[in-house]
């Protein structure tokens, strides 16, 4: 059995000239997308992102995620910090293989789920062979 060392990914900041009325970090969720024959299942990773600060907006062919994390002051002074709070962008461009009006979003314990259904004209299908 190879052991490997643990290394946890550094959160990466959106590179952005665009000026905000927020200041905060915005950092680039990570996300795994998974594949079946009837869909894509989007997770991305945003803890401390509340329901009701999730947005996702699909224009065209640009799906767009956002998520404000609210602000935390806690009693005291900070004496290390290594974590770095911030809010969440990610743009994605869809496929016209995917039905745009069956996408479902669900977020639990700051995992959003984003289910994909694939359009009913990509879905594989098996073809009835007839005795004539």
């Known amino acids: 059995m190879i052991e490997k060392d643990l290394q946890i990914p550094e959160k990466k900041e959106v590179q952005s000239g665009a ?6 970090p915005v950092f680039i969720p990570a996300v795994d ?3 079946t ?3 894509l299942s989007l997770l991305a990773d945003m803890p401390g992102v509340p329901i009701e600060n999730v ?3 699909l224009e065209g062919d640009q799906l767009t ?4 994390v609210p602000r935390q ?5 900070v004496l290390l910090k290594e974590y770095a709070v911030g809010d969440y962008y990610r743009q994605f461009t869809l496929s016209n293989d995917i039905d745009r009006e069956k996408i479902q979003a669900t977020i639990k314990d700051g995992v959003l789920k984003l ?4 359009s009913e004209a990509v879905k594989p299908r098996r073809i009835e062979v007839k005795a004539s």
């Not at 000026?19 to 905060?24: G, V, Y």
């Not at 289910?115 to 694939?118: R, W």
């Open 73 to 77: 002051d806690g009693p005291g002074r």
């Open 65 to 68: 995620i956002r998520g404000t």
């Open 33 to 35: 997308i998974l594949e």
């Open 19 to 24: 000026e905000s009325t927020r200041n905060a």
């Open 115 to 118: 289910v994909l259904p694939k």
């Open 37 to 39: 024959e009837h869909e």
């Open 55 to 57: 947005d996702i907006d």
